[in-house]
Structure formats: structure tokens, C-alpha cells
């Protein structure tokens, strides 16, 4: 395969990258860095985020990749990803990963007529924010496990449980909720997948703070919430098989690799202004071989990304799916090995945010102390290592 842009799609690069460049000229202060802690801890950098879905919602490049018959563009995936990389150069928000990135083509795929042509249109115009309702304090990496009911009544199922790791759920309109409608079943064999809205009576959103004190992440409850019957998308109990589709829509890790290649490019730049002992940090062998490694190793995942796209457009599924787990665990590990140098050159220092003595204003500091959650979030590093072995060396499945 090539991997070299051809000059259509280099132009469409420049277009998008031109484009964030400048909006990001009006990015608040309390946007800081951008990503999930720069969208969802403030007001200002939420109502930052949606300004900017609504200008590219306005170009149609949030529904680009969606076929044509339903809202899109049928652009292919190499050019999402040529988008997806130039917004995360940028650190720009404006593309709401669970309803773009999952609940989309979620609806794409299972969701009748009627739900398409209620709930695509706002997620395209970049009008509506979402949240994912998976995790449970019970259920996480064993997902088929959750305890969340959603039991029929008449024209409603009536939903009572709690959801928890809910990232942006005190800023979302609505929630993409997976739940038991079937309790006699075990495990995935009862679950149904339905939309829901976050100001229906009996839920209940709490945070949870990180030890930065940064909100992103929530508790949600379900006390007795009517969900319309219509709002259930795809068959009653087959929610699981649907989930585990939706866990496989852009799985590339491309931003990961594109947050790590901006983190490095901070600390060379870095390196070469700060000295130790008399000479510049730049000169330290051991600190140029470091960040060389570093930024191989990102190459490496910035190629890995591209092939996972070029499998999904082939039709080859199953390899991507191993490949997206591969760059999942190999780009979480990678940030992490970035965050822990990084601070080490640093030393002291590298542990400040706000203050006027934090290099390169605390950003550093901020991925160290987030980093760590990768290895969790969107499957653990155990659950991606028995996806590789599982689906891409063909060894047998445990339980």
C-alpha cells in the first residue's frame, strides 16, 4: 500500500489544516490545551467546542465520511483520518467523539428510518452533544456483565441503575444507553441499546473529580426514567452484538499519535532553550536518543493508524479490529512513556501548572497526571492484549 497523500488529498489537508488554525485564534484562555479536560471543565471551553461543531457542521464536514442517502458526503476513510489528524494537530475541538465517532454510525447502521431521519440531522449540523452510557461501578472491562434495567411498560421501557465513567455527561444533551431488557439472560444475551435524553425526570448526574480537580468524568443514576419505546435502536436484546460494532467505528488512535508528536515537538523545542550544568539539554546524548526514540516510535503509530483505516475501506474488518487494539495499547503506552520523560527533563519544575515557572505552561504536568487512565479507558490494556491474541493470532478464546 501507498501511503503517500495524493495531491487532492494534500489539498484537502491544507483546507482543514488552514481551517483550524485560524478558529483556533479564538480559542478562551479556559480552553487551555484542548482535548476532553479543555471541552468539558469549563463552561467557556464547552461553548467553545460547540462553536466550532456548528462552523464545520455548517462546511458538512462532521457527516463527511456518512454515505450519501443518509446525510454525507461518502468521502472515504482516508480522507476522515486526513481530518481527524489535522484538528488534532491543532489541539481544536468542534467533533463530539460519542456522537460522531460511535453513536452515528451506530445509527447508520441499525437505526430505522424514522430514527435516522429524527437524530442524524443535529448530530451533522454539530447542534446536540452525547454522551456514552456503558461502564457500571460492576461492569467496566466486563461490559456484558452490567446490571442497568430497562423493562417495558406499555409505550416506555422504565430504566433504573447507574452508569459511571461517563465523560461529558453533565454537558451532554443526550446519552447513547446500553441497559439489561432482559434479566433472565445473562450476560450479553439481554441487552438493548436506546437514546435518551439528559434533562428526562429521575436521572441524576454527580461528578467525579480527578486529582488535578478537573471535571470530566461522572456518575449517572436512573431512578425510574420513562424512555419512549421508539427510542430503542436496532432489536430488543440484541444491544450487545450492536455494541461491539460500535466499538470498532475509528479506532485508528491517530490522535493519540498526533497529541504525542505536539508533546515531543514541545520538549525538543524545550531541550534546545534550557540548560544544566553550563550546556544546553539538547546537547545531553542521552536526551537527544530519548526524544529520537520517542518520535520513531510515534512514526511507527502514525503509520499503524493509516493501515487501520486502509483495512476498514478494504472491507477487512477482523484484521482491523486486532490492528485498532494494537494502536490503542501501543499509543497509550507511548504517551505514557512521553509524559514520564518529559517530566523527568524537567524535574521540579515539570510538576507545576499554574504558575508562571510551569514550562511550557503546566501542559506537561496535565498529560502526567491523565495519562494513566488510558491503559482504562476504551478497553484495558488485558482486554486489547486478548483482542491481539484472540482475533489476530487466531489463538483460542478464554473466559
Avoid at 478558529?23 to 479543555?38: F, I
Avoid at 456548528?54 to 456518512?66: D, F, H, I, P, V
Avoid at 459511571?164 to 444533551?173: E, L, M, R
Wanted: hydrophobic share 40%.
Amino acid at each position: 500500500m501507498d501511503f503517500k497523500l495524493t495531491e487532492e488529498q494534500e489539498a484537502l489537508k491544507k483546507e482543514f489544516e488552514d481551517f483550524f488554525q485560524e478558529v483556533m485564534k479564538d480559542a478562551p484562555p479556559e480552553y487551555g490545551t484542548g482535548g476532553l479536560e479543555g471541552t468539558y471543565k469549563t463552561d467557556e471551553g464547552f461553548q467553545f467546542h460547540m462553536a466550532v461543531a456548528k462552523k464545520l457542521g455548517e462546511k458538512g464536514w462532521l457527516s463527511r465520511a456518512w454515505p450519501k442517502e443518509f446525510g454525507g458526503q461518502g468521502a472515504p476513510l482516508i480522507e476522515q483520518l486526513i481530518f481527524n489528524e489535522a484538528k488534532d494537530k491543532y489541539n481544536a475541538p468542534g467533533v463530539d467523539m460519542f456522537g460522531i465517532g460511535m453513536f452515528a454510525p451506530t445509527l447508520i447502521l441499525a437505526a430505522n428510518d424514522e430514527q435516522r431521519e429524527r437524530l442524524l440531522p443535529p448530530i451533522a449540523k454539530g447542534e446536540v452533544s452525547y454522551c456514552q452510557g456503558w461502564s457500571e461501578p460492576d461492569a467496566g472491562s466486563d461490559l456484558a456483565s452490567l446490571t442497568t434495567t430497562a423493562i417495558r411498560n406499555g409505550d416506555h421501557y422504565i430504566v433504573n441503575g447507574q452508569k459511571i465513567w461517563t465523560s461529558g455527561g453533565h454537558k451532554a444533551d443526550c446519552m447513547f444507553l446500553l441497559a439489561r431488557t432482559n434479566t433472565e439472560e445473562k450476560r450479553g444475551k439481554g441487552l438493548s441499546v436506546f437514546h435518551l435524553k439528559m434533562d428526562l425526570p429521575g436521572i441524576e448526574v454527580r461528578p467525579i473529580l480527578y486529582m488535578n480537580g478537573t471535571h470530566i468524568y461522572n456518575e449517572v443514576f436512573f431512578k425510574d426514567v420513562k424512555i419512549p419505546a421508539k427510542d430503542m435502536i436496532g432489536g430488543e436484546n440484541e444491544g450487545w452484538q450492536l455494541t461491539r460494532q460500535t466499538m470498532n467505528f475509528e479506532r485508528s488512535s491517530i490522535g493519540l499519535f498526533i497529541e504525542g508528536k505536539n508533546r515531543v515537538r514541545d520538549m525538543v523545542n524545550y531541550v534546545k532553550t534550557h540548560k544544566k550544568n553550563g550546556k544546553f539539554l539538547s546537547e545531553d546524548p542521552i536526551v537527544r536518543q530519548k526524544l529520537a526514540r520517542l518520535y520513531m516510535e510515534l512514526d511507527m503509530g502514525h503509520t499503524l493508524a493509516y493501515k487501520i483505516a486502509f483495512l476498514q475501506e478494504q472491507g477487512g474488518l477482523i484484521f482491523a479490529a486486532s490492528a485498532a487494539s494494537e494502536a490503542k495499547l501501543f499509543g497509550s503506552e507511548l504517551i505514557q512513556r512521553i509524559a514520564n520523560y518529559s517530566t523527568e527533563i524537567m524535574g521540579l519544575y515539570g510538576q507545576l501548572t499554574e504558575s508562571e515557572w510551569a514550562p511550557l505552561n503546566g501542559v506537561m504536568n496535565e498529560m502526567y497526571t491523565m495519562c494513566m487512565g488510558l491503559n482504562i479507558a476504551g478497553g484495558s490494556t488485558e482486554i486489547q492484549k486478548n483482542i491481539i491474541a484472540w482475533v489476530g493470532l487466531g489463538l483460542p478464546r478464554i473466559r
